[in-house]
């Protein structure tokens, strides 16, 4: 039995021995800065503990004791330190705050030294050069003639020789299905066509909108040409569609092309254009259909407000026209007499003042209610005008001196 138990503990004592080697030889040789093994105990209960234990250089530990309750105990510690130096900075985060009660009023930036700021294309200035004795790019205004190979007739188009119209040539079409098609490049456009009393009315189309409706009626031929045309920087396309109508004294529906006009900005040229004006509203009222009214508030009575207190100044002047001249003269004015002062409705006198050896008197009211001057002797009255909050009203009493007593208090 003893014999037995020997054996036991040497083979615990081995198979401990031969783990700790192997955990040693099969340690990682690069780890991260700091790696602790832990330390292993085999006891005959067959319990392992597990306690990781801190030092500064590795030990390995061996211990057999044979006794009546033997143990086996063996600890391994490794301890490995790496120094890490960064040597790059790379950001890994980049965060944005959105404040919704902050408003950063945009602020302006300034075009580059020799923009040309325009607000439309510019009024072409005939003759124009033409396009097929020019290479593109083409810049500025140039005229594509009606027989240019990029413009495209739907239709059969006649040919006729004018001295009259561009390069001395047009094309027409009295066929009210007729459309011309054309690609081009640019900001402006202006359509050189024929006026005659036979010419009806044809559609300029820019990339599938309708811009414009051209009456080309006129009482003799000419040959004239639309309105330049803003169309914005780009590739664009236009049609010219027979818009199957005429003016009334037309005797026909003919169309006829004479040049197509392009204006293609340089490179320091910048087209901005004023904001268009809002559509101006019908001045007859419509009529509303459909509306009932189910609830209303109360309707709120005009109710009267009283007249604001303020102060007012009136001004008398009394004198006789000695001369004749229905004017006041030095000398003409009429001392010592009373004038009054009163309000509009109750007589109550609330100024009274006497007139000086100029016959002038002044009164000055403070009230809100209507004012009334009045000369007693003289049986005068004269209103002040409502709606004066402040200020001065003056009135002249002239008398003639053969309708007055001889003798005035």
């Known amino acids: 039995m003893k014999r037995q138990m020997i054996l036991m503990v040497l083979s615990l004592m081995l198979l401990s021995l031969m783990t700790g080697v192997l955990a040693f030889v099969l340690l990682p040789k690069h780890q991260p800065p700091v790696l602790t093994l832990p330390t292993l105990a085999v006891l005959p ?4 503990s597990n306690t990781p234990t801190n030092t500064n250089t590795p030990t390995n530990t061996l211990t057999a004791t044979a006794t009546p309750t033997a143990t086996a105990t063996f600890t391994a510690t490794a301890t490995q330190t790496a120094t890490h130096t960064a040597t790059l900075s790379t950001r890994v985060l980049a965060i944005s705050a959105v404040m919704p009660a902050v408003y950063v009023p945009p602020t302006p930036t300034a075009f580059p030294s020799g923009t040309i700021l325009l607000p439309a294309p510019p009024q072409p200035v005939e003759p124009l050069p033409d396009a097929t004795n020019e290479t593109s ?13 990029t413009v495209q007739y739907s239709t059969p188009w006649t040919a006729r020789q ?32 024929v006026a005659a009393r036979n010419m009806g009315m044809f559609e300029v189309i820019v990339d599938g909108v309708v811009i414009d409706r051209v009456d080309a009626y006129a009482d003799e031929l000419q040959f004239v040409g639309t309105q330049v045309y803003y169309v914005g920087s780009g590739l664009h396309s236009l049609t010219l569609r027979n818009a199957q109508q005429k003016n009334n004294a037309s005797e026909g529906y003919v169309i006829g092309l004479d040049a197509i006009q392009v204006f293609r900005g340089r490179e320091n040229t910048l087209i901005i254009p004023p904001p268009a ?3 101006t509203p019908s001045p007859l009222p419509q009529p509303a259909v459909g509306i009932e009214l189910i609830q209303a508030p109360a309707t709120v009575q005009p109710t009267a407000t009283d007249e604001a207190i303020a102060l007012l100044t ?15 003269d030095p000398s003409e004015g009429v001392s010592g007499i009373s004038v ?7 007589n109550r006198v609330i100024a009274q003042a006497f007139t000086d050896g100029q016959g002038y008197a002044q009164l000055q009211v403070v009230t809100s209610a209507g004012v009334r001057v009045v000369v007693p002797y003289f049986g005068t009255v004269w209103d002040v005008p409502r709606g004066r909050n402040s200020g001065e009203a003056s009135f002249t009493l002239l008398l003639t001196p053969g309708n007055q007593p001889g003798l005035i208090p």
């Open 45 to 48: 209960s067959l319990t392992a």
């Open 137 to 149: 790019p083409y810049m500025d205004w140039y005229s594509f003639e009606s027989d240019h190979p």
């Open 162 to 193: 004018m001295a009259q119209a561009s390069q001395g040539q047009y094309h027409r079409s009295d066929n009210v299905s007729s459309t011309i098609t054309f690609h081009f490049e640019g900001e402006g456009l202006r359509i050189r066509y």
């Open 277 to 279: 004006n809002s559509p």
């Open 314 to 328: 009136v001004s008398v002047v009394i004198a006789y026209d000695e001369n004749g001249n229905r004017e006041v």
């Open 340 to 346: 009054r002062a009163v309000e509009i409705g109750t």
